[in-house]
């Protein structure tokens, strides 16, 4: 059986607002926002990244300190997931605020990839999923009821401080833009108990591959949680970390992206 505990999140749009998507030929639009069955959305992957970066910031700003990891709470150290990094996130791994180059969290360990290093799976990962291994947080997709409006926007020709014109053409392009005001929302499901697993929220998973660590930042959480325990949980790690996301999309040096986030327990 599972035990699930559900949220209406509620996102508000301050300022304009985008999250663009590929080019439709029947749109008017040279860069149109996101849409899912006719209506505007904010897809889940957006919503997910931005509340791992969020709890990644919690993680990095508790227990990090004069460039090191607090002893005793090394294990909260996150990694940065995808299978490459860029130079610039190279340059977080080497100052110790992320884990090192073996990668993302996955499971089963891979003896290829990891050597003779034993790892454990990062607290973001442990929420999210990581490869292999699914997680204790269902993000949802977020919509709204509303139509885009267009916008028009023009290249400036440096040298005449005058529209760009190219063979008697203007540099004129469309782009959709969700205005402020507008309400998307969606719910929010977290997995508080998997009987058949005999997984349960806050614990460490009994997981069967010997070479991993697992869930090591939880080793001191022995017996099942309460449920005013759970709720604590939820609270630190999950909603008051969407709550602190105020800012989404693209196109912020325009002045879009401001956003108010909250979230009501059902």
């Known amino acids: 059986m599972l035990k699930e505990k559900s949220f209406k999140v509620t996102l508000v749009t301050g300022e304009p607002f985008r999250i663009g998507a590929k080019q439709h030929p029947l749109s008017g639009a040279d860069n149109p926002v996101t849409k899912l069955g006719g209506k505007l959305v904010i897809p889940g992957s957006t919503i997910k990244g931005a509340l791992r970066s969020e709890v990644e910031r919690l993680l990095i ?77 269902k993000v949802p997709f977020l919509y709204a009821e509303v139509s885009p409006t267009d916008i028009t926007g023009t290249r400036i020709d440096r040298a005449r401080n005058t529209v760009f014109e190219k063979r008697g053409r203007g540099a004129l392009y469309t782009y959709e833009v969700v205005p402020d005001g507008v309400t998307f929302s969606g719910m929010l499901r977290v997995l508080l108990e998997d009987t058949v697993l005999d997984w349960n929220l806050g614990e460490p998973r009994d997981l069967g591959e010997e070479r991993t660590l697992g869930d090591l930042w939880l080793k001191d959480n022995k017996g099942k949680m309460d449920d005013k325990a759970q709720e604590e949980f939820i609270k630190t790690y999950i909603t008051e970390r969407l709550k602190r996301i105020n800012v989404l999309g693209g196109y912020k040096s325009k002045g879009f992206g401001n956003v108010e986030i909250s979230v009501e327990p059902l």
């Not at 605020?97 to 034993?118: E, F, L, Q, S």
């Open 61 to 137: 700003d508790t227990y990090y300190e004069n460039d090191r990891w607090k002893q005793g709470f090394e294990a909260f150290k996150p990694c940065i997931p995808g299978a490459e990094l860029s130079k610039d996130e190279e340059k977080l791994v080497d100052s110790g605020k992320y884990r090192d180059k073996i990668g993302a969290c996955h499971y089963p360990c891979n003896p290829k990839k990891c050597g003779n290093t034993n790892h454990s799976i990062c607290p973001a990962c442990y929420l999210f999923g990581s490869m292999g291994l699914t997680g204790f947080v």
